[in-house]
């Protein structure tokens, strides 16, 4: 009989198995029988600790979320920062996550396809994580600049730094074949971390 521990090690090989095939050809294109076979286990491993793919599919998603997101111990340190220190702070961890990931990582990828293929659960992940995280960033935001957190300039701003660190974190290849020579700049002094917090204030006042 299989112990608690080895009951862990194999749900947690079919969430891995699960992620990156779903990551590859979305939740449509593969079966529970490819993720068995992925994983090395079987159907009734599989059946006993997710019922359904559905299931299975919901747990991937969110595990890839709790590994994206801003942890509640994190919240609560930059909450006894200055907003400004704060801010600056979560871009710098921010890029160096974004910078340990590479575009193929099955969590990246899967949370990206959720983006623009939305599935039955996108709303729910959106309740659990995308939005406390925005509230949590965009209060920051709401401090530093006077401005109340909710309103469409902040939010604006939120999304305005989300896709800086995205562009200059995870698709750096991209900006050294299109600029090489900005590169240099990212170090010195924390350079792509002051002009992305910088940016961002910015875009509050940039728009109407």
């Known amino acids: 009989m299989g112990t608690t521990k080895d009951s862990e090690i194999t749900r947690k090989k079919i969430i891995e198995a699960a992620g990156q095939l779903f990551a590859k050809r979305g939740l ?32 991937v998603l969110l595990e890839a979320c709790r590994q994206a997101s801003i942890s509640e111990n994190d919240q609560q340190l930059l909450n006894k920062l200055d907003p400004n220190e704060a801010l600056l702070l979560l871009v710098k961890n921010g890029l160096k996550q974004y910078q340990g990931e590479k575009p193929s990582d099955w969590q990246t990828v ?30 920051l935001i709401g401090k530093i600049t006077g401005i109340y957190p909710k309103s469409h300039k902040v939010y604006f701003a939120f999304l305005t730094m989300n896709s800086l660190m995205e562009t200059f974190g995870l698709y750096g ?29 910015a875009a509050v006042d940039d728009i109407e």
Not at 29 to 55: E, M, W
Not at 183 to 191: S, V
């Open 110 to 139: 899967i949370i990206a396809r959720e983006s623009w293929e939305p599935s039955p659960i996108f709303i729910e992940v959106v309740e659990k994580y995308f939005k406390p995280e925005a509230d949590f960033v965009t209060n």
């Open 173 to 201: 290849h991209l900006v050294d074949a299109i600029a090489p020579e900005l590169r240099k700049h990212f170090n010195e002094n924390e350079w792509i971390v002051n002009k992305i917090v910088q940016m961002t204030i």
């Open 28 to 59: 449509k294109g593969v079966t529970v029988r490819d993720i068995v076979r992925q994983a090395d286990t079987h159907l009734s491993a599989l059946n006993y600790h997710f019922r359904t793919k559905d299931a299975l599919y919901k747990e």
